[in-house]
């Protein structure tokens, strides 16, 4: 897999995903995944979009394929997440790309979009809180006294499945998904995880909204109370922005629908492009 070193020297991993025709030199989607997880999480999402655009897939720093080699408290920042995006999008030769980031990417989207506005095409946000709630960090707690205590007595794996059937899938939801989203997120490093959460427990991305002046789209579920507070926020503070909701009520709209949430970012950034996005 291929890497490149961040401005603090942390080594970064990506994938790459390119299913487009060669001689269209078409424009490249950064696909961020959120809290906790890696870029394996899109597996469901690449292929409906890696035949019209290249998709890279960065692992954010300390997660999946990307060295935790790094101070935890002073490394995991906003500014240092965004800079390791730039880092890559330069790595991968794209002057400017459209982005597309879940939860916790989302809010590193809007960073990005608002810092370096010459550098993403589109912004499109798959349930992206503004902030992180009260009610969603005492029900990430667990009946602990935070978040960062249940992460560290449950570890990745045992939280992981407790936030499963909490907040990201419904009751009915596959045994079989709730097993393997367990499992793969419980193989990330649980004190990365807690600095994480220490940065998504205090992050509000609400100022950088009037700074944001690329298209976004926002993609979220019809019901569920991580981000549904904020969607009025989103409304008043974006300047072009389309919201869709999908016929969801719990988080993991991404995993849940990934042709629903693959198709609208498609079209999404095909208009933008003045490109389409289907073949007969």
């Known amino acids: 897999m291929p890497k490149t070193n961040a401005h603090d020297g942390v080594a970064l991993n990506y994938e790459v995903h390119d299913y487009t025709d060669p001689w269209k030199n078409a424009p490249v989607l950064l696909l ?10 899109w597996y469901n999402m690449i292929p409906y979009l890696s035949r019209f655009y290249r998709v890279v ?27 390791d995006l730039v880092s890559i999008a330069d790595a991968v030769g794209a002057r400017d790309f459209h982005y597309a980031g879940e939860s916790l990417g989302g809010i590193i989207g809007m960073a990005l ?26 029900t990430f707690a667990f009946d602990h006294s935070t978040w960062q205590d249940a992460l560290r007595l449950m570890g990745s794996k045992g939280w992981a499945a407790a ?24 193989k990330s490093d649980v004190e990365v995880m807690i600095a994480m959460s220490r940065l998504a427990a205090v992050v509000d991305a609400t100022p950088l909204l009037e ?5 976004v789209l926002g993609l979220y579920p019809s019901g569920g109370r991580v981000t549904g507070e904020q969607e009025a926020a989103l409304r008043a503070g974006l300047t072009n922005f389309q919201l869709v909701h999908l016929s969801i009520a719990t ?12 198709d609208h970012i498609l079209h999404f950034m095909a208009a933008h492009d003045g490109v389409t996005c289907r073949e007969l």
Request: a neutral charge; proline letters at 9%; charged letters at 15%.
């Open 163 to 186: 936030v499963n059937t909490a907040t990201r899938f419904p009751s009915d939801a596959e045994p079989g998904l709730l097993e393997w989203y367990g499992a793969e997120m419980g």
């Open 32 to 41: 961020q995944h959120g809290f906790g997880r890696s870029s394996r999480f």
């Open 57 to 83: 897939c960065p692992d954010l720093r300390g997660l999946g394929q990307s060295s935790r080699d790094f101070d935890l408290p002073t490394g995991i920042t906003v500014d240092n997440y965004v800079a």
């Open 113 to 138: 979009a608002a810092h370096h506005p010459d550098r993403v095409r589109t912004l499109s946000l798959l349930a992206a809180p503004l902030s992180i709630s009260p009610w969603t960090q005492k």
């Open 211 to 215: 700074n944001v002046r690329v298209p």
């Open 251 to 262: 988080h993991m709209i991404w995993t849940l629908a990934p042709a629903t949430c693959a």
